[in-house]
């Protein structure tokens, strides 16, 4: 069975909107799109090397994957996996496209990753796709949170955890603190949660 790794850029404050560029999303009216960019060094450009070279799929949102599909076919040398991965790309409108091999899902996403996931082959990395993150954490499908956490609070945006978020106990597997106080961490399924007596 395959995993869903969820990976994301996060603020204290749970905002996952926009980190990479000032237009990425502006939706809301977010104004701080880029906002990861001024935290990067070489302990979190290690650490994200890491990840990009393990073997994946990817589980994308539509935004996410027209972003990504803008980008990384001219970019094949930074992150060759991006363009060899199977892409889920959930969407009700798109059907095809020429950056492959993609395989767009539509109708009920939930049920349709599900069966994805219970299938051979390398753990689904999703990135951004803030929309269909509310629906696999609302359906319980995320085991592995990747988070990479900056010392930034945002305000509003969008967020990693809204409304349907399940409760579920997690334990820390890894964490690293880079230079500029960014804090990876990666957080495993630990089944449920427990209370103190």
């Known amino acids: 069975m395959r995993k869903i790794i969820v990976l994301e850029h996060i603020s204290i404050d749970g905002v996952i909107q926009a980190p990479g560029g000032p237009d990425e999303d502006t939706s809301g009216g977010f104004a701080y799109g880029g906002w990861a960019g001024p935290y990067s060094d070489e302990i979190l450009g290690t650490a ?29 040398d930074e992150w060759p996996g991006a363009n060899t991965a199977t892409k889920y790309v959930a969407s009700n409108t798109m059907t095809s496209h020429e950056w ?41 499908l ?16 969008k967020r990693l955890f809204a ?11 890894e964490s690293i603190v880079g230079s500029n106080g960014v804090i990876v961490v990666n957080y495993e399924r630990a089944g449920a949660i427990t209370t103190g007596s």
């Open 163 to 173: 409304d349907g978020t399940i409760p579920a106990a997690f334990k820390v597997t």
């Open 48 to 76: 994200l090397q890491k990840q990009m070279n393990m073997p994946f799929d990817l589980l994308l949102g539509r935004k996410t994957f027209d972003i990504w599909a803008g980008y990384w076919p001219q970019h094949a």
């Open 100 to 140: 492959q091999p993609s395989v767009f899902l539509d109708g009920d996403i939930a049920e349709k990753v599900a069966k994805i996931k219970g299938q051979q082959g390398p753990d689904l990395h999703v990135w951004g796709s803030g929309n269909l993150l509310q629906t696999l954490i609302k359906h319980d």
């Open 142 to 157: 995320v085991d592995v949170f990747w988070l990479m956490v900056y010392p930034i609070t945002l305000g509003n945006g």
